[in-house]
């Protein structure tokens, strides 16, 4: 069994930036998938991005692209997302998840282990 536990949720302003964390424990982190979701208030939860086991392959949703990075440290058990130029429609809590089959997807229910959330508010 995978726990995963977010961090790095913050109030940031329109155009600034900011790197959330992923810590993962109980299982081997460098074997699985990994991704990123969010879901904004009223709204269903969407894909973000998803890096591969060895951090080589990543994939993104085009409304991130070119300003949201994905990376993860597998020394340290870690998956990243740094996000830049923010926006206000960025506003959400961000999930990260991860799947034992080593194909990426951004499709929610691929994904067994999941993570409680962290919040981001982009304020304008």
């Known amino acids: 069994q995978v726990q995963l536990v977010e961090s790095g949720g913050s109030v940031v302003q329109a155009g600034g930036s900011l790197r959330l964390s992923c810590v993962a424990s109980g299982g081997t982190f460098s074997t699985y998938v990994m991704a990123w979701f969010r879901q904004a208030p009223g709204k269903e939860r969407e894909f973000v991005a998803t890096?591969?086991?060895?951090?080589?392959?990543?994939n993104y949703a085009d409304s991130v692209k070119g300003r949201f990075t994905i990376s993860r440290d597998n020394a340290k058990n870690t998956v990243y997302l740094q996000m830049n130029s923010l926006k206000h429609e960025d506003t959400a809590v961000y999930y990260c998840?991860?799947?034992?089959?080593?194909?990426?997807?951004?499709?929610?229910?691929?994904?067994?282990?999941w993570g409680q959330g962290t919040q981001v508010t982009v304020s304008s």
């Open positions: 998840a991860a799947r034992s089959s080593g194909l990426l997807s951004p499709l929610e229910k691929r994904y067994e282990y």
């Open positions: 890096v591969a086991r060895s951090g080589g392959v990543t």
